[in-house]
Every structure is written in C-alpha cells, then in structure tokens.
C-alpha cells in the first residue's frame, strides 16, 4: 500500500489504460483501493475519479483503435495470450451484431469484455462515434460504482475487519445462488 501512496495516481492511470487496450491487470481492485485511500486522506477523490474515467476511456479507445488498424488477423494472432481465441472472437461478433451497441456499456462490467471491447469494436468495424459514445457512459457508470465502494469501504475498514468472514461467507453464498439459479434455467433451455 505505500508503493501505491506514492505512485497511486500514474499507477491508477496506467493499469487502468492498459486494461481497456486488451492486457489484464487488476484495475478493479486498484481503483478500489485508490478510492479507500482517498476516504482516509491519502489520495484527492476527485481526482481518483477523473483519473480513473479518463484512463479507461483512453484505454478503450487506443483498443478500438487497434483492433480498427490491426483488424482480426492481429487480433487473433496476439489474442491468444489473454484467452482471445477464434471462437472466443467470432462469439463476441455475433453477440454485438445481435444484441446491438449497448452492449458497450454493459461490458465495462464483465471481465473480459472489459478488457477485449474496444478490440474487438475496432476489429469489427463499429462506427467510433457510437462506439465512443456507449463506452463514455459505461465508464461513467463503472467509475461511479467501483469508486463509491472504495470509498465506502475506505471510510468502514474497522468494520470490515471485524466482520469479514460472515462477509466473506455471504458473498460466496450469494454467488453460487446466482451461478446455480444461471446453470439451471441454461440447463432449462437446452432441454
């Protein structure tokens, strides 16, 4: 955490872009813990904030500027490194050609999407202004929620500390409810 003090708003700012170029980093949890840092006074809030949308709109646009220039072939050829394989791509083609552009917004919160959207808006064609219309709102939407949990975890540590197993515990139950009730009804409807 004290590394992250003092190079907490480049830090913040380049996993942050990185993420929204296709490269996994663990930009949640660092905006997360910017925000908690700025609820005890080490980090400005605001600041956190603007870093924050601001780097991934970046990202995501030098994504969907790479995927527009390197096209499917580099995509595909690089891709597998982070789990982007030909199948994986042609799914997330048929999904944004189905489903429609607001899919953009809704990505910013799926891991994976999150990191391969602009990739592959680029790679596909997409219009860029429509493309970066959505992806401002969904990095508004993403930056509002991951800061405010940051910020409120930041100012109920003490609390958390003291329940963090039943926490924990709930969290889990709460998961493996949704997965289940997930695969049941998928199960549902292939029968």
């Known amino acids: 955490m004290e590394h992250f003090e003092r190079y907490g708003y480049p830090a913040l700012a380049l ?15 660092v905006v997360v813990a910017a925000s908690a840092l700025a609820a005890h006074g080490k980090l400005w809030l605001p600041a956190v904030v603007a870093v924050t949308f601001l780097a991934a709109v970046a990202g995501d646009n030098l994504g969907y500027l790479l ?6 072939p580099a995509i595909l050829r690089y891709g597998r490194r982070v789990g982007l394989t030909e199948a994986r791509l042609a799914r997330a ?14 990505a910013r919160f799926i891991d994976g999407l999150r990191q391969t959207n602009g990739l592959i808006a680029g790679a596909t064609a997409l219009p860029w202004r429509r493309y970066a219309i959505r992806d401002g709102i969904g990095a508004v939407l993403w930056t509002a929620l991951w800061v405010a949990v940051g910020a409120v975890a930041g100012n109920h540590l003490e609390f958390l500390r003291r329940f963090r197993i039943p926490a924990a515990v709930a969290v889990v139950a709460i998961a493996l409810f949704f997965l289940i009730r997930y695969l049941l009804r998928r199960r549902a409807r292939k029968v």
Do not use: D, H, Y
């Open 15 to 29: 996993l942050v872009l990185l993420e929204g170029v296709g490269i996994p980093t663990p930009a949640v949890s």
């Open 67 to 72: 995927g527009r220039r390197a096209g499917r």
């Open 93 to 106: 083609e048929r999904f944004v050609a189905t489903r429609g552009l607001n899919i953009v917004v809704v």
